[in-house]
């Protein structure tokens, strides 16, 4: 049954798509967007009127099999560009008279998923199609076992503190401590980076054509490569290609990644050109009220905010006053982390740019509603001034923008950092977290990172400890001051 299937598809994927235009059909397929993320490709169809959809998958090879009731196709799906999806081939064919029928050769396993959208300003009837890869992070270089386990530990002791504040005991005597004698686990502090937009949706679009997704998303890049050269640090991208992310799952990948915080980089618009400067936000009042409020009702919420990464702090047997205060405070200590670091960052861009506005603005976006992660969102200036514009797709103006943003980060987490990071032991052993220190990257080579900081090689090798030019990634140089 399913072999003589396929050879169906094969003979009639021969069929010009050409030949049935001329007939009426319900809808028409006028294009096909695909979009590659780590963990899933989204294979979208825009479409002049809703269809009726089958998806189903075959296997030897394996295949997904899209049939679109009276359909016909108006867009060459060789024109789809394939790199980095599950998908190897995309074959077109024409099912009893007038549905249509798409084939996707698949390098891998999937789990497909499918749903209709209906017109927005942008796009018309869409059908998307999502092709999940089972086990896969959505990130690229996800947090490993050992980092995570040492964060939820420091995370177990920080909730056992506040829990003890709550109760008003002394939170010294009560709290479990990180284990002494263990060695220190000089951990990285993690930076969730945020490009906004992605995929299908490009986020506002400057009077000469940038679009917003580009930008923030090579400013991303920019800012997360600062923080993975910086010892102690260590950037985990949410988004880190041309894909759409859900912004309540945008959240979510940084508290996966158990992030110490979390910055997401956008570019404003306005519907006039005169507007320009950019802006720092933190959630607002009422934003952080109401999400309290949303994860005090939702019990998963709670079972893991408040009851402990690993069960050994359970709150099942206090009273739900406790747990309110609980999350209340958790809430109001992780917004004023928020508003201080935001004011640090804010300093720093007034250096670089215009102001919008000359303070922290707040506002209830909901890529800030992390109850425990400190979260900002940059806006970076404003696309739809021209002169704005061409400074966000300058690269200079990006690399100055993000090392504003990384040095307010950085500041704050020096003065504040957390027990189990490397920051937190340099402080504790009297050494100052040295800024000319350096950590080698994929592709660096000694010589570079000596004419990148201006130094000679000979003086890197000497105060290194180096005797010849092996190095690894990861590894960590102290660059000699000049
Ligand atoms: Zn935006």
């Known amino acids: ?23 009426v059909h319900a809808s028409t397929v006028e294009n096909m967007r695909l979009w590659a993320a780590p963990d899933h490709s989204r294979l979208v169809f825009d479409l002049s009127a809703p269809v009726s959809a089958s998806v189903f998958t075959l296997d030897n090879p394996s295949r997904l099999v899209i049939d679109l009731a009276d359909t016909q196709l108006d867009s060459d799906p060789a024109s789809i560009d394939l790199d980095g999806s599950a998908i190897s081939e995309v074959r077109t064919g024409v099912r009893e008279g007038d ?13 497909p998923r499918h749903f209709a959208l209906s017109p927005n300003d942008q796009y018309g009837d869409r059908l998307v199609v999502d092709l999940e890869y089972p086990g896969e992070s959505a990130v690229e270089d996800p947090i490993d076992p050992i980092e995570s386990m040492i964060r939820e530990q420091e995370i177990a002791a920080e909730r056992a503190r506040t829990v003890a504040v709550a109760e008003g005991l002394d939170p010294v005597e009560t709290a479990p401590t990180v284990t002494e004698a263990q060695p220190h686990p000089k951990r990285d502090i993690i930076i969730a980076v945020d490009a906004g937009h992605g995929g299908e949706d490009p986020g506002a679009t400057g009077p000469s054509g940038t679009r917003e997704k580009d ?19 260590r950037a985990v991208m949410i988004r880190d290609g041309d894909y759409y992310i859900g912004l309540r799952q945008r959240t979510l990948i940084a508290r996966e990644q158990k992030a110490d915080f979390f910055v997401s980089i956008h570019a404003d618009a306005f519907n006039s050109p005169r507007p320009h400067g950019s802006s720092v936000f933190a959630l607002s009042q009422s934003g952080a009220t109401s999400e ?22 359970s709150l099942d047997d206090k009273d739900q006053v406790l747990r309110g205060v609980l999350l209340d405070l958790t809430m109001t200590a992780t917004l004023n982390d928020s508003l201080t670091i935001g004011g640090a960052v804010l300093d720093r861009i007034g250096r670089v740019n215009d102001l919008h506005k000359p303070r922290v603005e707040q506002a209830g976006f909901v890529v800030l509603k992390s109850p425990d992660i400190p979260s900002l969102l940059v806006e970076t200036g404003f696309i739809s001034n021209p002169d704005e514009e061409r400074r966000l797709r300058d690269g200079g103006y990006q690399e100055r923008m993000m090392s504003a943003v990384f040095g307010g980060v950085r500041a704050h987490f020096e003065q504040n950092p957390p027990p189990a990071s490397l920051l937190a032991w340099n402080r504790d052993h009297g050494r100052e977290t040295d800024s000319n220190e350096y950590r080698i990257q994929p592709g660096d080579t000694l010589s570079g990172i000596a004419s990148q900081h201006g130094v000679s090689l000979g003086q890197l090798r000497q105060v290194n400890e180096l005797s010849g030019d ?10 000699p001051s000049t």
Do not use: H
């Not at 079972?303 to 402990?308: H, K, R």
């Open 1 to 23: 049954m399913r072999a003589a299937l396929w050879k169906w598809v094969a003979l009639t994927a021969l069929a010009a798509p050409g030949l049935f235009v001329a007939s």
């Open 470 to 479: 092996v190095i690894r990634v990861g590894q960590v140089l102290r660059i």
């Open 292 to 313: 309290t409020a949303k994860w005090l009702a939702t019990s998963e919420n709670r079972s893991d905010l408040i009851g402990g990464v690993d069960g050994s702090l």
């Open 215 to 233: 930008v923030v998303l090579e400013m991303a890049d920019r800012l997360a490569r600062m923080i993975n050269q910086t010892a102690g640090f």
């Open 99 to 111: 549905d249509l029928r798409v084939v996707l050769e698949l390098d891998r396993a999937v789990e």
